[in-house]
């Protein structure tokens, strides 16, 4: 049997007239950017997360870089974030000219560790960047006592986690601001690349506004040095279409999940960790296993889609020689980046699917 790791036909089949008629709306306006659809969308995607103001983005990368630009974070800066994480979170801080200054991680969640977070801050230091990892919220308690201790903005990496939970509060309502991807792997994703920025914060709202369109307000007159960072107004369509059905295919991959959850009980398996101060959407369901690189081969060969988030940590990336980190300095991260894989959780999974899944991971695993 062919299990892939994402079948996004299978979720577009019972959506697709709506699609379709969404996006002939934008073509038959001619309104190609910002307009009704995208505006639409920033107020739905602020009252799902509990925050007031959300901000479209041409992808979850730009809404990063948006966020760090117009909180003035740049040369001379330092942001402390994690190693484990997609290269965005870390590329957006290089790309301002401010340090990334990495914290390992936390062994069971794969988040941050908040624990280590306080003594990383120096007098240097301008922001947190947490990152909810594969759909749970990172420990946002102690991270929140720290920066509010020595004044720190907090930039909620969200770009798998939108509409998780951290103790009842939305991911993005509890930092300065929050940043979603809708990559089209994502729960909430586009038929392309987009992305948001959610605060609550009225007047870093109105810079983020103005900055994704070159930092010009009005038209032609530049107050800040912006980005093209815009929302597609096609992809707002396709997300307002697919966004009633969020609730119910996050709740899906909790009721895969727990299907996985049960067949591995007793195996050498180790099973997601889900703090119990979390409710987390499952945009990756990751489990640690021996012989990782051995089985993954075995999955491919067995037609079971398969993936490694992530194989190197960011603090191991060659581009990121010059910040001076070396083996063994985030002995968590590099462990999980040797261990840890994803199988397939999408909503669409049926229970065949998914015991040819396990029977083919325990078979090998023996």
């Known amino acids: 049997m ?11 089949a019972t959506i697709k007239d709506e699609v379709l008629t969404a996006v002939s709306e934008v073509l038959e306006s001619q309104r190609c950017i910002g307009g009704p659809k995208v505006a639409e969308l920033e107020g739905k995607i ?103 201790k020595h004044n720190l903005a907090v930039i909620e990496d969200a770009a798998q986690s939108i509409t998780s939970t951290y103790k009842g509060k939305k991911a993005g309502s509890i930092g300065t601001v929050g940043c979603f991807s809708f990559f089209p792997s994502k729960n909430l994703g586009g038929i392309g690349d987009g992305g948001c920025v959610v605060t609550n914060d009225e007047q870093l709202y109105n810079r983020l506004f103005v900055m994704r369109n070159h930092g010009s307000k009005p038209k032609y007159y530049h107050k800040y040095v912006g980005g093209n960072f815009r929302l597609d107004p096609l992809q707002a369509a396709a997300l307002l279409v697919k966004l009633p059905h969020l609730n119910d295919w996050s709740e899906a991959r909790r ?53 490694v988030y992530y194989p190197v940590p960011m603090h191991l990336q060659e581009c990121f020689r010059n910040l001076g980190y070396k083996e063994g300095d985030m002995p968590q991260a590099e462990k999980a980046a040797k261990e840890v894989m994803a199988i397939p959780i999408y909503p669409e999974l049926t229970d065949e699917m998914k015991d040819c899944v396990v029977d083919t991971i325990l078979t090998f695993l023996g």
């Open 255 to 307: 009721r895969n999940a727990a299907y996985y959850d049960k067949k591995f009980e007793g195996t050498v398996v180790q099973t997601p960790y889900i703090s119990p101060d979390c409710v987390t959407i499952y945009n990756q369901y990751c489990v640690r296993v021996p012989r990782r690189d051995e089985l993954l081969a075995h999955l491919k060969e067995n037609n079971i889609g398969c993936e």
């Open 46 to 148: 602020a009252a799902v997360s509990d925050c007031k103001f959300a901000v479209g983005t041409s992808s979850g990368t730009d809404a990063i870089l948006n966020s760090l630009m117009s909180l003035d974070i740049g040369s001379g800066d330092e942001v402390i974030t994690t190693p484990f994480t997609f290269f965005s979170t870390v590329g957006c801080i290089a790309r301002t000219g401010a340090k990334p200054v990495f914290v390992d991680i936390d062994p069971q969640t794969f988040n941050i560790n908040a624990e280590l977070v306080a003594s990383a801050v120096t007098e240097k230091t301008k922001a947190i960047m947490p990152v909810h990892l594969f759909g749970q919220m990172a420990d946002m308690d102690p991270i929140m006592e720290v920066a509010n």
């Open 2 to 12: 062919q299990v892939p790791l994402l079948d996004l036909k299978a979720q577009y």
